[in-house]
């Protein structure tokens, strides 16, 4: 007589084939969403990097200069990076999970910093992105948007606004081409929002990608 757990065995094994998830069904998921890396030209996040000589010096004392308090918390050493077709994102974790500071870089030697924050509070998706001049915009599930914008006319497009937006995009505020972008992207969807794609939510990176291209030359 056979073993019972021989048996056994042949029944778990069956079970399992017939519930297991086929793997050509997940091969095919990109790292990255299709409208992110057509659209918004995104071309890679990646973890655990280390920012060149340059930037992490240039990085620190906006820091130190912009962000005083946020600096002490901040690690340098450990970044997120996102590569955009024609600037860099590279963003600093700090203590508080979903905090960061965040350098943005084109490659014309511009630079901006902001901090981030983003998560859930009470099962709802929140967001801030804010300017070391007072410049912000807030996103709360359920609420909506706030939002504190300068006083400029937006009259000029630099070259990164083009490559950013295309060469007859008309210029927008920072908070307007957000709108823009979220309404066009995912449909006014605050869902879509809060996916996150290898650690960071969509809308932080619609929200750092409309300022660099507003702001950075």
Request: proline share 6%.
């Amino acid at each position: 007589m056979r073993n019972p757990i021989f048996y056994f065995a042949i029944l778990v094994f069956c079970i399992s084939s017939c519930t297991a998830e086929p793997v050509v069904s997940l091969s095919g998921i990109p790292e990255i969403p299709s409208f992110l890396a057509e659209k918004l030209k995104l071309q890679s996040i990646k973890n655990q990097q280390r920012a060149p000589g340059n930037v992490e010096h240039l990085f620190i004392e906006k820091a130190e200069a912009q962000f005083p308090v946020f600096a002490q918390e901040a690690n340098f050493q450990d970044l997120t990076v996102l590569q955009f077709n024609c600037f860099t994102i590279y963003l600093s974790p700090m203590d508080e999970p979903g905090d960061y500071l965040a350098l943005l870089v084109s490659p014309g030697s511009s630079a901006r910093l902001l901090f981030v924050e983003w998560g859930l509070q009470n099962g709802l998706y929140y967001q801030q992105v804010l300017a070391s001049n007072g410049e912000g915009m807030r996103f709360y599930e359920g609420v909506g948007f706030e939002g504190e914008e300068n006083a400029s006319t937006y009259a000029y497009v630099g070259s990164l606004y083009k490559c950013c937006f295309g060469p007859d995009a008309s210029p927008l505020s920072w908070l307007n081409r957000f709108k823009k972008d979220w309404a066009e992207l995912l449909n006014n969807d605050p869902k879509e929002l809060a996916t996150w794609v290898q650690g960071i939510p969509v809308g932080g990176i619609l929200a750092m990608y409309g300022y660099a291209g507003v702001y950075l030359d």
